[in-house]
């Protein structure tokens, strides 16, 4: 659905505006949407629900022990930068970044300095 002039508001699940749509979906409604087509003058009435519910693997979403993930560390961290070395790290000049494997990462005691989206 294209909506041209398109205006709108998105209203959580109990607030004013839902009330029948919480009537209708129950705890399955998750908010209502209004949208205002101003060129055709149309108003439109939206509701996002859940479908389905399912416990989900929390170690699917776990690095991989051998994946090569980058690793920011600062240029006055010379110990750190000693340890990764060390470790197996390699400087990546392009991204400015260390490439080492997760499992030494993890070892070293610095996942928090993994960088997000690291293109490998």
């Keep these: 659905m294209s909506v041209s002039g398109n205006i709108g508001r998105k209203l959580a699940a109990g607030k004013p505006g ?15 949407r209004y949208r205002y087509d ?3 003058r149309v108003k439109y009435k939206t ?9 989900w693997d929390t170690k699917a979403l ?3 022990r051998d994946r090569i993930v980058g690793v920011k560390v600062g240029i006055d961290e010379i ?7 060390d470790a197996g790290g390699k400087w990546n000049h392009e991204q400015r970044v260390w490439e ?7 070892a070293l005691k610095i996942t928090d300095r993994i960088v997000k989206n690291f293109p490998i």
Excluded at 18 to 32: A, F
């Design 18 to 32: 839902t009330k029948k749509m919480v009537e209708k979906y129950g705890d399955d409604l998750v908010c209502v």
């Design 38 to 40: 101003s060129v055709k």
């Design 47 to 55: 509701v996002e629900i859940i479908v389905e519910k399912r416990l």
């Design 62 to 64: 776990e690095i991989k």
């Design 79 to 85: 110990e750190i930068r000693k340890k990764v070395k």
């Design 100 to 106: 080492l494997n997760y499992n030494s990462v993890k």
